[in-house]
């Protein structure tokens, strides 16, 4: 039973365009959620977060928005660059699965078309 | 600052081998975790530790076992490898408080069981 969902296995946008990455989740009782990006042969990295309480949260080109009633996140990329081609991850805590641990996503490959 | 290392990078086992994984944190973090990644499966959580001298399973903790050694080290054993553990291993620690669990992940180790 799959809690956290990236229904997009991949996705291709154009250097300077917007990229929109989806995610889903189940469980309401999650109040914490984060994206992670990930390149080849490394491990994952902190990309930007939003607690329950807020609807958007911004970090220079990276915007996370959270619609609570349809249990949806969205990451936001504006202009996407070229070094945004990675794998993301979005990731999920709270309620009963306890804050210290994470639920993934399956990820969604971006590629930036320069 | 070296933050999350991992010993190996890589790895080969021949199918009933055993191998232990190593994994140390320099960030004082109380929480350290370990995770596989497949393809299509995203991250899943195999084991994890709260705090010093605390494990509990995680979402795949079936042919893995765990130590936590120490404040700083986490360690993950194969006792009998088998092909379905062929995977890339990541661990992470984290302090988390009461809604906020930034983990902060090693470079991984790719494991083949032959």
């Known amino acids: 039973d799959q809690q956290v969902k990236q229904n997009s296995p991949s996705l291709s946008v154009q250097e300077g365009r917007i990229s929109i990455l989806n995610c889903d989740y189940t469980?309401?009782?999650?109040?914490?959620f984060l994206w992670y990006k990930k390149y080849p042969a490394e491990g994952p990295t902190f990309l930007i977060s939003i607690s329950s309480i807020k609807d958007k949260n911004e970090d220079g080109r990276f915007t996370v928005f959270l619609n609570k009633s349809a249990k949806h996140l969205s990451l936001h990329i504006v202009p996407s660059q070229p070094g945004d081609s990675a794998v993301y991850f979005c990731a999920a805590s709270g309620g009963n699965f306890g804050n210290e641990k994470l639920t993934f996503g399956t990820g969604t490959r971006l590629t930036i078309i320069p | 600052n070296a933050g999350v290392t991992q010993t190996p990078k890589f790895q080969v086992l021949k199918t009933g081998q055993s191998m232990t994984l190593q994994c140390a944190q320099d960030m004082n973090h109380n929480s350290m975790y370990w995770y596989r990644q497949d393809p299509g499966m995203g991250l899943r959580l195999i084991y994890y530790s709260a705090s010093e001298g605390t494990t509990d399973k995680g979402e795949v903790p079936n042919g893995y076992n765990v130590s936590r050694l120490n404040k700083r080290e986490f360690s993950l054993r194969l006792e009998s490898a088998a092909p379905s553990q062929t995977s890339v291993y990541f661990c992470a620690s984290s302090e988390w408080a009461s809604s906020y669990n930034e983990q902060f992940f090693g470079p991984g180790t790719r494991l083949t069981v032959l």
């Open positions: 469980n309401s009782m999650f109040d914490y």
